[in-house]
């Protein structure tokens, strides 16, 4: 069992940056997929990065080259740094821990990203 809890979230104009963190409890984030989603008012939840356990990560096209996701094991940490931030990219931002081909699929309870002009 994991329990995530995200933080970060806030207001931003666009341009600005900002970085969210989604702290595990429970079992070490090692062993999981690590991915950050967003839902948007209206919108589906979609994927924003995934990080694998050898390392490698996916983004979505909408925020390649500028987001990016990192995971600090010491600290049971997931990271998602949000750089030149776009109105488009205001939502709810949820992280996700999940060991695929099991039912071991776990979610935090989100966190507001306000993107204003």
């Known amino acids: 069992q994991v329990q995530l809890v995200e933080s970060g979230g806030g207001l931003v104009q666009p341009g600005g940056s900002r970085r969210l963190s989604c702290v595990a409890s429970?079992?070490?984030?090692?062993?999981?997929?690590m991915a950050w989603y967003r839902e948007a008012p209206g919108l589906q939840r979609e994927l924003v990065a995934r990080?694998?356990?050898?390392?490698?990560?996916d983004y979505s096209d909408s925020v390649k080259g500028r987001f990016t996701i990192s995971r600090h094991n010491a600290n049971n940490t997931v990271y998602l740094q949000m750089n030149s931030l776009k109105l488009e990219d205001a939502a709810v931002y949820y992280c996700n821990a999940a060991i695929w081909g099991t039912d071991q699929n776990y979610w935090g309870r989100g966190t507001q990203v306000t993107v204003f002009s």
């Open positions: 429970g079992r070490g984030l090692s062993f999981y997929t």
């Open positions: 990080l694998y356990g050898d390392g490698t990560k």
